[in-house]
């Protein structure tokens, strides 16, 4: 089993949905979280950072996090077609310089105008 | 303006070559890392730094190298002895304490 899952799509959705991004993972000592966002030739970019279990609210992005299920998710509430990226779940068990992140492989999300 | 920047954005290798990608950051982040991005692979760790001149191997270390020799650069060399080193190649750093990363815009290697 790998350390991390993600479903890499690719998923397409019309402007204005409701887009739900997941990855699962098997390490329970993680307890960080992130979401990058990778547009196509570019180097991925921080979205959402979270600790541990609970909801992190920017703006239409929701990040949610659910330790006992081993699942984190990704909301994007009115999608647009600048959305339109690879979004990689990222985690890690410890603080600071103890660790190294673990990347998901990715989701490939299309909004289509 | 601070920021981590690769270069260059495109690299061509020849058989046999030995090349050498750059990476620098004015973030003043105490760890740098490498990795390397192949279509459905998602990133692969080469090798990462936590201080100055020391670095240790990451998952596929084999054919590449790295230096440490200042706190702001941190340059991969990708060696004859990796067969297959066609790949967008992608530099990120950490601040010391903290879990996130930040990447560079990547350098894309392809063989003649």
């Known amino acids: 089993q790998k350390e991390v899952e993600q479903d890499p799509g690719p998923l397409s959705v019309p402007e204005g949905a409701i887009v739900s991004l997941n990855c699962t993972y098997s390490?329970?000592?993680?307890?960080?979280f992130m979401w990058y966002r990778q547009y196509s030739r570019k180097g991925p970019e921080l979205l959402m950072y979270t600790y541990s279990s609970g909801n992190k609210e920017d703006g239409r992005f929701t990040a949610q996090v659910d330790k006992s299920s081993k699942y984190i998710s990704l909301f994007i509430r009115d999608s647009q077609p600048s959305d339109s990226a690879t979004y990689l779940c990222a985690m890690s068990a410890y603080e600071g310089s103890q660790g190294n992140l673990i990347f998901g492989k990715g989701t490939k999300l299309s909004v289509k105008p | 303006d601070g920021g981590i920047t690769q270069s260059p954005k495109y690299l061509f290798r020849k058989e046999g070559q030995n090349v050498t990608l750059s990476c620098e950051q004015n973030l003043n982040h105490d760890a740098m890392y490498w990795y390397r991005q192949d279509p459905g692979q998602g990133l692969r760790l080469i090798y990462y730094s936590q201080i100055v001149n020391d670095f240790q191997k990451g998952d596929i270390a084999e054919g590449y190298s790295v230096s440490r020799e200042k706190k702001e650069s941190f340059p991969l060399t990708v060696t004859s002895a990796q067969k297959n080193p066609t790949a967008f190649y992608l530099c990120?750093?950490?601040?010391?304490?903290?879990?996130?990363?930040?990447f560079g815009p990547g350098t894309r290697l392809l063989v003649l």
């Open positions: 390490n329970s000592a993680f307890q960080y």
């Open positions: 990120a750093s950490r601040k010391g304490g903290q879990e996130t990363q930040y």
